[in-house]
């Protein structure tokens, strides 16, 4: 006589096990506020997201929300997986196909608060919920992963993200210790001579490697500079992103007026980092500042 409630018992626990019937969500409804300060009360994580931005899509993917991610950026290009999910144009409000997002019928899109401005109107036409993020320094890339994960019910990975993070940057400040920082010039663009203000990923980065941007104290974040001041500051580096590679080339620098007497030039200390992981919101700006030590200090 109990051979039917126990044979439904291993029927239910094998189904579970199997992933045969839809799991609870712990931790919903949830209710997250945005950089907008739009209130967004979630019954359930969504399970189909579209990506408008390549450092989101990048932390999707690391707190294991790759499979709810159904479109993105043409410019969404890590990890390799999301090169299978549908491209709904450029990075640029301008760009975003509002029509291809529309054909996946996301649960969430996921916006920079600052380059898709524009398209918020759109979006609430369709009625198509979206979530603003707009990180700024380190401290706020953090919060857009821990929040990020409890919006798609991936917490527990998020916050093992930022730890990861966290320890790889801990022990770049352990290497480089109380030694006096290298002064370094960062190269975002030499016609016109273009660098990184201290309110930017960079600069931060480069204190974190262990250096210091010789133009820390401007508050522009991409100001445009004059060769004479960097020859002023002196920096001990320059370093650029990969994808400005042959312009930083050493004789070409030399070329420029008065710059063979800078130390970086002299030394031949001119490095690359790879763009990517400086100018994205993601997980692999830790990775950037191990990069950075390692130009600076040797791996």
């Not at 051979?3 to 209710?31: N, R, W, Y």
């Not at 090169?83 to 920079?112: C, H, Q, Y």
């Not at 660098?195 to 931060?204: L, N």
Request: proline share 7%; net charge neutral.
């Amino acid at each position: 006589m109990y051979i039917k409630p126990v044979l439904c018992c291993l029927i239910l626990l094998a189904t579970s096990l199997m992933g045969g019937f839809p799991q609870e969500q712990s931790g919903f409804p949830q209710t997250l506020k945005d950089v907008l300060g739009r209130s967004i009360t979630l019954q359930t994580p969504p399970r189909g997201m579209v990506s408008l931005s390549p450092g989101v899509t990048e932390i999707l993917f690391a707190i294991d929300a790759g499979d709810q991610v159904l479109g993105v950026t043409e410019y969404c290009n890590y990890p390799p997986e999301a090169a299978s999910r549908t491209k709904v144009g450029g990075f640029s409000g301008i760009t975003v196909n509002i029509e291809t997002i529309a054909r996946l019928k996301p649960d969430m899109v996921i916006i920079s608060a600052f380059m898709h401005s524009r398209i918020i109107p759109l979006l609430e036409r369709i009625s198509i919920p979206f979530f603003a993020v707009e990180p700024t320094n380190f401290k706020e890339v953090y919060q857009t992963i821990e929040t990020l994960g409890i919006l798609t019910g991936n917490a527990q990975r998020a916050r093992e993200v930022i730890g990861g993070m966290q320890e790889k940057i801990r022990l770049v400040a352990v290497r480089w210790g109380n030694r006096e920082p290298p002064q370094v010039f960062w190269e975002l663009s030499d016609e016109p001579l273009i660098t990184a203000g201290g309110k930017t990923f960079i600069s931060e980065a480069i204190r974190l490697g262990g250096g210091r941007n010789i133009f820390e104290d401007l508050n522009e974040e991409w100001p445009i500079v004059s060769t004479e001041q960097v020859v002023r500051r002196k920096p001990d580096w320059i370093i650029a992103g990969d994808d400005h590679g042959k312009i930083i080339e050493p004789r070409a620098l030399a070329r420029r007026p008065g710059w063979g007497v800078i130390p970086a030039v002299r030394q031949n200390h001119i490095a690359l980092v790879n763009a990517d992981t400086l100018y994205r919101y993601g997980p692999r700006l830790a990775d950037a500042v191990v990069s950075i030590a390692d130009i600076l200090y040797g791996k």
